[in-house]
Nanobody, 118 residues
Framework: QVQLVESGGGLVQPGGSLRLSCAAS????????MAWYRQAPEKERELVAG???????NYADSVKGRFTISRDNAKNTVYLQIDSLKPEDTAVYYC????????????WGQGTQVTVSS
């Protein structure tokens, strides 16, 4: 079992930045691939960024160059640095853990709201 707790969301003006954090507990963090998803009102949840056990990253086309995912295995935490925020980035952002290792069990956090508005 993995417990995930997101933080760092909030209200920010267009062009601003935020750093989301997701603290994991309950299992060996380094054995899990991690990802950030988001869900805007009346839209399906979508993958924003992912990072593998080995540190390889992937991003949705809509966020490439603006979002950066990273992980700190010593702190059991995954981060999402969000720059150049746009109103269309407004959504609830969810942390996801998949694993351990080649297993495909998904764990989710409760989400953190990001609102981009002037």
């Amino acid at each position: 079992q993995v417990q995930l707790v997101e933080s760092g969301g909030g209200l920010v003006q267009p062009g601003g930045s935020l750093r989301l954090s997701c603290a994991a507990s309950g299992s060996i963090f380094s054995l899990y691939a991690m990802a950030w998803y988001r869900q805007a009102p009346e839209k399906e949840r979508e993958l924003v960024a992912g990072i593998t056990i080995g540190g390889s990253t992937n991003y949705a086309d809509s966020v490439k160059g603006r979002f950066t995912i990273s992980r700190d295995n010593a702190k059991n935490t995954v981060y999402l640095q969000i720059d150049s925020l746009k109103p269309e980035d407004t959504a609830v952002y969810y942390c996801n853990a998949k694993g351990p290792l080649m297993a495909t069990i998904d764990y989710w956090g409760q989400g953190t709201q990001v609102t981009v508005s002037s």
